[in-house]
């Protein structure tokens, strides 16, 4: 009899499904030209019957609940430990990172960012996602406006 309660995952992303869910949970941010600031996040991670995984999510501030930065991009494992990723953002910001997977372990850098003509500066970016059970945590590094490659955010989310 066929496992009905085994999502329909592509092979090729066997090895990142741990990521697929919906996530919610709060970081905190810095960098050394803003104040430092928390937010609230939710991040869903889909899996079409494809060779990706689909991403999104939205952030508002934790004081106030405004809304913050939001993204959406696609996950791919091109080759057994290899991650690559591509992210658009509202603030005219498209980056393009590659990697490895390691276990519950995702670390990519940009081999590109690129930027509209009215966007921040923004040299490189490096993001660290680690996935323990139902927690997922990430760092995000970038180097931007000037500074040297750097932590901009924290945050731990729960699998809902
Ligand atoms: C969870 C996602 C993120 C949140 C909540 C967030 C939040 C913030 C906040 C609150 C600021 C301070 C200025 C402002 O209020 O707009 C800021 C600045 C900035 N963020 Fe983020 N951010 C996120 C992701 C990113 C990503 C992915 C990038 C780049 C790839 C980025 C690049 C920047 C840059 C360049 C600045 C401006 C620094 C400056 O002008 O001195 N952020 N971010």
Request: proline share 7%.
């Amino acid at each position: 009899m066929p496992d009905t309660d085994l999502p329909a995952v592509h092979i090729q992303i066997e090895s990142i499904a741990f990521l697929v869910g919906t996530w919610a949970g709060a970081g905190s941010g810095t960098y050394p030209t803003i104040d430092d600031f928390t937010y609230t996040e939710r991040i869903e991670i889909t899996a079409p019957p494809k060779p990706f995984l689909a991403y999104s999510q939205q952030t508002k501030r934790a004081e106030t609940g405004d809304p913050l930065h939001m993204e959406t991009g696609f996950f791919r494992v091109p080759g057994p430990g290899v991650a690559e990723l591509v992210i658009a953002q509202p603030t005219g910001v498209a980056e393009v990172l590659s990697g490895s997977v390691d276990g519950f372990r995702i670390a990519v850098r940009s081999t590109q960012v690129a930027t509209t003509p009215t966007a921040k500066n923004i040299d490189s970016v490096e993001r660290i996602i680690e996935v323990d059970g139902d927690v997922l945590r990430y760092r995000l590094l970038m180097g931007a406006v000037g500074q040297e490659h750097q932590l901009h955010l924290e945050a731990e989310l729960r699998r809902l």
